[in-house]
């Protein structure tokens, strides 16, 4: 019925966990960034700094800080300096679009802010600190470095139903014990290690990269142009050593062919479903891996499995954490192959939704099932099956929920973006399969005078670009059901490219034909620039690829960013096939070591 794992023993303050390692190894290096490194004297003495700082700004206990700053050393700074001040960190990333950074700061009601620019897009009246200029260098007393386990640590806003994101309030003590779980499963080993923190710091699976600076693992801030860019990325970890990757699957697809022959890191691999085929290459190749769930609602990872033997499953609890697997009513699904829904409880649980008192009553439950008085459990919209073998297996969502390149993404919320602009009078939103492994939103709109591609430049005025479709359909009706809702699966698929004539194969439109396969457009013209067609990071490092395989060019993703256009792009092909043709791959070793 239910799948329990004894609860932590080991989970400490990880304020006080950091103050021990500084003491113990002030020299050991603990941040690398593209703007220099810092040990761990340094780090907790730039972190005191900014505490004191935000302190005589006027922050408390209690309160929320904003932090809004790119991928360097002072990122990892700031949020500890939020926790040393008493306070919970809002992570307001400068990659997203200026509204949806000015909606997050007034829905979390900051206190502060902590950004490099002179004017943030948050709320007039909030402080605004600057982490080198207003973190002096001064030895006076710390008022607060310890942190209750109730008190929250972060706020992370998620994609919502309604349109809106919401944020997810997660006290301190469930980020404690999710690094004593991750100790014990052993999947962080007992000697220091050197992680890469890989996720955007608006994305929950950032928490479990960047806080274990707190026991003592040096981190390796990859900046977006060093994630985006496989080759160089690859550079990075060995250069630094990195023994701990997380990654989505989806990710670990571009790094593949640049890690062939390399030393594979421990990779921690979420974000989204691991596909039987990635499952099956890791194992077969012996890759040290980790499969890891959990929703931003239960502190980044609830279960976990080492991605061995048969294909992919979601594995067992981690400490502290309980599993139901429930019908409709709540009672529990115990016969192999049939489906439930996943329950999580436990210590991990967030405080719900700040701000949404029927929203998190919603879905932050009594929990029938503990012994203890005034338990919850969290419905996670997740569903699952026990195998023959008894390996719980991910099924899907039993709402409109999808995960897209390692973000949680509500649909409703991109209908409500799409429906909400001028002109368009009904809007849905679909994820639809362009090739195995490569999954894309889909937008489809009715209305008079619509013109796709301006529809899509105002969606990214407001949206992230991972909410963002990569194609729009003007439709003269939206399908419906007989009840009258609109019948997603009866939406047509995304017009495909256009067929090639097989007698034109010269560089000019083998360019544009893979622009046309990545993209999923039918047209393109030598002026179209790539992001402006539906583009994003993972989309541009297949065209790299792609074209590298058919060409036999060593291409950089940078050729295709810093490209005005097609024909700009093109161009740089040209260049580079010029140049000679590309180094030759070697075939994906294992580097394994034992999980402890």
């Not at 349109?163 to 004593?180: I, S, Y």
């Not at 959990?294 to 499953?313: F, N, S």
């Not at 569903?383 to 995960?403: F, M, P």
Request: hydrophobic share 45%.
């Amino acid at each position: 019925m239910t799948t329990f794992a004894e609860p932590s023993t080991v989970t400490a303050d990880l304020l006080a966990r950091l103050r021990g390692v500084v003491a113990a190894h002030p020299g050991r290096v603990a941040v690398h960034a593209v703007d220099g490194s810092l040990d761990f004297a340094e780090l907790d003495r730039r972190t005191a700094a900014l505490a004191r700082a935000l302190r005589a700004a006027g922050v408390r206990r209690g309160d929320r800080v904003g932090v809004h700053l790119a991928r360097t050393a002072d990122l990892p700074v700031a949020l500890l300096a939020t926790w040393r001040a008493g306070a919970a960190y809002v992570p307001l990333d400068p990659a997203y679009p200026a509204e949806r950074i000015a909606f997050t700061a007034a829905d979390a009601r900051l206190a502060a802010v902590v950004s490099a620019d002179a004017e943030p897009p948050v709320p007039a009246g909030v402080p605004v600190l600057h982490p080198a200029a207003d973190a002096p260098d001064t030895d006076a007393p710390e008022a607060r470095s310890t942190a209750d386990p109730l008190d929250s640590a972060y706020v992370i806003h998620t994609s919502g139903s309604t349109g809106r994101p919401k944020g997810v309030e997660v006290p301190h003590g469930a980020v404690a014990d999710l690094v004593a779980a991750l100790e014990l499963s052993g999947a962080y080993r007992p000697e220091p290690g050197v992680v890469a923190w890989n996720a955007s710091v608006s994305f929950d699976a950032s928490v479990q990269q960047w806080v274990r600076i707190c026991r003592g693992d040096t981190l390796v801030v990859i900046d977006d142009a060093q994630r985006a860019e496989p080759t160089r990325l690859v550079r990075l970890l060995a250069e630094h050593g990195v023994t701990d990757l997380d990654l989505t699957p989806s990710h670990w697809q571009l790094l593949r062919e640049p890690l062939a022959g390399a030393r594979v890191p421990r990779l921690f691999m979420g974000g989204e479903p691991v596909p039987a085929r990635t499952w099956r290459e890791l194992a077969d190749a012996r890759i040290d891996a980790l499969n890891l769930y959990g929703p931003t609602e239960c502190t980044v990872d609830a279960i976990t499995a080492p991605i061995t033997g048969p294909g992919p499953h979601l594995g067992e609890p981690l400490a502290g954490v309980r599993a139901y697997l429930l019908d409709g009513r709540l009672a529990p699904v115990t016969a192999a192959g049939a489906v439930g829904e996943l329950y999580l409880a436990g210590p991990g649980l967030a405080h719900g939704y700040p701000g949404h008192p029927g929203l998190t009553a919603g879905r932050f439950t009594a929990d029938p099932f503990a012994n203890e008085p005034g338990a919850r459990m969290y419905r996670t919209g997740d569903q699952a099956r026990r195998s023959a073998d008894g390996l719980l297996e991910y099924v899907g969502r039993v709402d409109r929920q999808v995960k897209l390149r390692g973000f949680r993404v509500e649909l409703g919320e991109v209908e409500h973006a799409l429906g909400a602009l001028p002109a368009v009078t009904a809007a849905a939103v679909t994820l639809h399969e362009a090739a195995p492994g490569d999954h894309r939103l889909a937008g489809y709109v009715t209305g008079a005078d619509l013109r796709p591609a301006d529809l899509l430049a105002e969606l990214r005025r407001t949206l992230p670009a991972h909410l963002v479709p990569s194609t729009v359909t003007v439709l003269d009706a939206l399908p419906l059901t007989p009840n009258g809702k609109v019948d997603h699966a009866a939406l047509p698929a995304p017009a495909a490219p256009a067929a090639e004539p097989a007698a034109q194969g010269g560089v000019d439109e083998q360019v544009a034909e893979v622009w046309r396969t990545v993209l999923g457009v039918p047209d393109i013209e030598q002026t179209d620039d790539f992001l402006s067609l539906g583009g994003h990071s993972l989309a541009a490092l297949r065209v790299v690829h792609l074209l590298r395989r058919k060409l036999n060019v060593e291409l950089q993703l940078r050729d295709l960013l810093d490209a005005a256009d097609l024909a700009g792009f093109t161009a740089a092909v040209r260049r580079a096939a010029a140049a000679g043709p590309a180094a030759a791959r070697p075939t994906l070793t294992a580097r394994r070591e034992a999980v402890r």
